[in-house]
Nanobody, 112 residues
């Protein structure tokens, strides 16, 4: 059973940066692509970024392309989301995903 634990969320001013982390356990981490999603109040959960098993292929939603960077450390079973130039519309609960499983999420609030 996969377990995912996100951290690094918080309150930040518009234009600021945050780095989210997600620790995975329960499955062989290197066998899975990883993704980040978010869900704002009253909205559906949306895809943000994905990274392949080896960490050399990435994909981003248009809304975050050029501002967010996904990365992973297979030795530590960790995936990261570096978020720069944050906007108020980035306010949401952020989730990582692996093999169909979800973490509990971490809240990101961007004040304008």
């Amino acid at each position: 059973q996969v377990q995912l634990t996100e951290s690094g969320g918080g309150l930040v001013q518009a234009g600021g940066s945050l780095r989210l982390s997600c620790e995975a356990s329960g499955r062989t981490f290197i066998m899975y692509a990883m993704g980040w999603f978010r869900q704002a109040p009253g909205k559906e959960r949306e895809f943000l970024a994905a990274i392949n098993r080896g960490g050399f292929l990435t994909q981003y939603a248009d809304s975050v392309k050029g501002r967010f960077t996904i990365s992973r450390d297979n030795a530590k079973n960790m995936v990261y989301l570096q978020m720069n130039a944050l906007k108020s519309e980035d306010t949401a609960v952020y989730y990582c995903r692996m093999g169909g499983g979800w973490g509990q999420g971490t809240q990101v609030t961007v004040s304008s």
